[in-house]
């Protein structure tokens, strides 16, 4: 008797339907204020902000509203790949097309060794920001040319 016990629980189990939720999503476009549909990275910093890198800047959500930044507000590229957050809490957002520059008192300024990236950028190569040690060291991935890191200093490894 008790082998049946767990077969006619399936069995009954099969009589009644169960019920799940749909996963909660919402799908916002330039209707709800984003500057472009495509967007290529997100980010929740500590204050519980949503950053958008989109092709025609970056974007602020702040569970209710979008703030849009262009180049009026110092990008000097729209087209924005990567966010990421360094050691000391500053986040850095890197274009596609290799300029990064990192957010404070609600302007956008350049990272202090974009002249660097500029001589591993030419039409075809992307230089996109990858990560950001300890140290302070800038990792890039140039494309078709490998890895460049960039310390604190401005010294190019």
């Known amino acids: 008797m008790k082998r049946f016990i767990p077969i006619i629980c399936i069995l009954l189990l099969g009589k009644f339907s169960l019920l799940s939720q749909e996963p909660y999503k919402i799908n916002f476009t330039t209707e709800n204020g984003l500057p472009s ?12 902000f949503m950053w958008f890198g989109t092709e025609n800047g970056v974007s602020r959500y702040d569970g209710y509203t979008f703030q849009n930044f262009s180049l009026e507000d110092g990008l000097e590229q729209l087209e924005i790949n990567q966010i990421i957050k ?36 030419n039409r075809a190569d992307l230089v996109n920001l990858r990560h950001i040690d300890e ?20 010294r190019e490894k």
């Open 86 to 121: 360094d050691q000391n809490g500053k986040v850095w957002y890197s274009s596609f097309y290799g300029k990064v520059f990192f957010f404070y008192n609600n302007k956008f300024h350049p990272y202090p060794f974009n002249n660097i990236l500029k001589k591993y950028k």
């Open 37 to 48: 549909n495509e967007v290529y990275c997100a980010y929740q910093d500590t204050s519980g």
């Open 135 to 154: 140290e302070g060291t800038f990792y890039f991935r140039v494309k078709y040319k490998g890895i460049l890191l960039i310390d604190k200093v401005g």
